[in-house]
């Protein structure tokens, strides 16, 4: 082998899969490795460490190598400092910068390894000095001056930070990382305890893992969450009011046991219309009969609304008086009801922007600690981008696809409860508020 380099991993490599991962990507792509130590944790609770060489024909391949070994929680023996460069222009970034996963990172600035804040995938890593950090983080693209090659960090004033930023709040000058040099890793260990909180929390789908159990195990997860005030976003569809699950949440609301709500202008809707109407995108939720004119429901309820100037004044002035918007505005739970390009109305309080609702979406998902998504691909998907892989995801549909999906977009720390949603959270809420 022409190119040699190598690489380090520790944690808990072996139960978690990593270092099989590691030994496949190195093979799978033409290379070869040489393990140079490798300390076994004795027991559960210690942590086992890996040196390795990894070799290739050429350097290309190597590099290719070690990409893949980055993305898995391998780092480089020899770090170096990180390469910044400036941005040429707004939304415009350095060709090679580094691109983020959704695990948490450290960059290696002046010699010192800073922790990246607000980590989520598919994003730049952009370095700044605390005296602009504070503008920074309004949206300012006032930040120091890099040089021909850079910044040298030893002539900066001053704390530095790292944070990501998505491609379209770039601002010219500022200081992208490129490049996996002076980069760190560290995708999360799997629960040491199976019987803790979150021990249930071992990934993957299944339709034939016991459901009351399950629903248990996420019902004392709340309730720990809880008693930590800790934050549990929940992301919901349309198919939770269908199925009768509406007034159930609404009761985890009132109780203080979910803390945001993501979602859209149909759940919101139809939410809505089974308070004035007692229908469900036009069926009657008792009778499960369409009543006479019952599909001009959605459109009469989003009418009224918007009459009232939002759903906050329809629940002031009385027009909303249950469910679970209603519950949102009484227990002053924030909501971010993200817009699309099928949307009746919508209601005013629906984002229409794109850009704006994906902001709005990532601000909930940076402080929620807890994730229950409920029967909807598209915000579950739109919610999951946002989201550090340390975050705890739990997401329920009656659809396995729409689990392997999520997991295929990156968040591989979700697990998935195959179930009827109408069946999940009544029973959800009912072992929630017992205990």
């Given at each position: 082998m022409n190119a040699t380099r190598t690489v380090e991993l520790d944690g808990h490599i072996i139960d978690s899969g990593t270092m099989q991962r590691a030994f496949g990507i190195v093979m799978d792509l033409g290379g070869t490795f040489e393990i140079e130590t490798f300390d076994v944790g004795r027991?559960?609770?210690?942590?086992?460490?890996?040196?390795?060489?990894?070799?290739?024909?050429?350097?290309?391949?190597?590099?290719?190598?070690?990409?893949?070994?980055?993305?898995?929680?391998?780092?480089?023996t020899d770090p170096v400092d990180a390469r910044v460069e400036p941005a040429p222009a707004d939304q415009v970034v350095p060709a090679?910068?580094?691109?983020?996963?959704?695990h948490p990172t450290e960059i290696r600035y002046d010699g010192e390894w800073i922790p990246v804040e607000h980590i989520e995938m598919d994003c730049a890593i952009v370095v700044e000095q605390s005296s602009?950090?504070?503008?920074?983080?309004?949206?300012?693209?006032?930040?120091?001056?890099?040089?021909?090659?850079?910044?040298?960090?030893?002539?900066?004033?001053?704390?530095?930070?790292?944070?990501?930023?998505?491609?379209?709040?770039?601002?010219?000058g500022d200081l992208v990382v490129t490049d996996e040099a002076g980069i760190r890793v560290k995708p999360p260990d799997r629960p040491r305890d199976a019987?803790?909180?979150?021990?249930?929390?071992?990934?993957?789908?299944?339709?034939?893992?016991?459901?009351?159990?399950?629903?248990?195990?996420?019902?004392?997860?709340?309730?720990?969450?809880?008693?930590?005030?800790?934050?549990?976003?929940?992301?919901?569809?349309?198919?939770?009011?269908?199925?009768?699950?509406?007034?159930?949440?609404?009761?985890?609301?009132?109780?203080?046991?979910v803390d945001m709500l993501s979602a859209g202008n149909g759940f919101a809707t139809?939410?809505?219309?089974?308070?004035?109407?007692?229908?469900?995108?036009?069926?009657?939720?008792?009778?499960?009969?369409?009543?006479?004119?019952?599909?001009?429901?959605?459109?009469?309820t989003i009418s009224e609304v918007i009459r009232a100037g939002g759903i906050e004044p329809a629940v002031e002035k009385g027009l909303v008086t249950e469910g679970v918007m209603y519950e949102c505005v009484e227990n002053d739970v924030p909501y971010v009801l993200a817009g699309s390009i099928r949307d009746d109305g919508p209601l005013p309080d629906t984002i229409t922007d794109a850009v704006?609702?994906?902001?709005?979406?990532?601000?909930?998902?940076?402080?929620?600690?807890?994730?229950?998504?409920?029967?909807?691909?598209?915000?579950?998907?739109?919610?999951?981008?946002?989201?550090?892989?340390?975050?705890k995801v739990v997401c329920v549909d009656i659809n396995p696809a729409t689990v392997t999906q999520l997991l295929d977009r990156g968040s591989s720390q979700a697990?998935?409860?195959?179930?009827?949603?109408?069946?999940?959270?009544?029973?959800?809420?009912?072992?929630?508020i017992e205990r």
């Open positions: 027991h559960k609770d210690e942590t086992s460490y890996c040196r390795m060489e990894v070799g290739a024909d050429d350097e290309e391949t190597l590099r290719e190598i070690l990409h893949e070994l980055h993305q898995n929680g391998a780092n480089l090679g910068f580094y691109s983020t996963t959704n602009t950090s504070n503008q920074n983080s309004e949206g300012s693209g006032d930040v120091v001056e890099a040089g021909d090659d850079g910044v040298d960090a030893s002539d900066a004033a001053g704390d530095v930070r790292a944070r990501t930023k998505v491609l379209n709040a770039i601002r010219e019987s803790g909180p979150f021990g249930f929390m071992q990934g993957g789908v299944s339709a034939e893992r016991p459901s009351e159990s399950l629903i248990d195990d996420i019902a004392d997860a709340l309730v720990a969450a809880d008693e930590r005030g800790e934050s549990v976003l929940v992301v919901a569809g349309p198919a939770v009011i269908h199925a009768g699950g509406g007034d159930d949440l609404a009761r985890l609301i009132r109780a203080g046991y139809h939410d809505i219309e089974r308070g004035l109407y007692g229908t469900s995108l036009g069926m009657d939720m008792e009778t499960m009969e369409h009543p006479r004119k019952g599909h001009k429901h959605h459109i009469y704006e609702a994906q902001e709005a979406i990532r601000e909930q998902a940076r402080e929620a600690d807890i994730v229950l998504m409920l029967s909807t691909l598209l915000h579950s998907v739109a919610v999951g981008n946002c989201l550090a892989s340390t975050t697990i998935g409860m195959v179930t009827d949603i109408g069946t999940f959270v009544p029973m959800l809420a009912d072992a929630v």
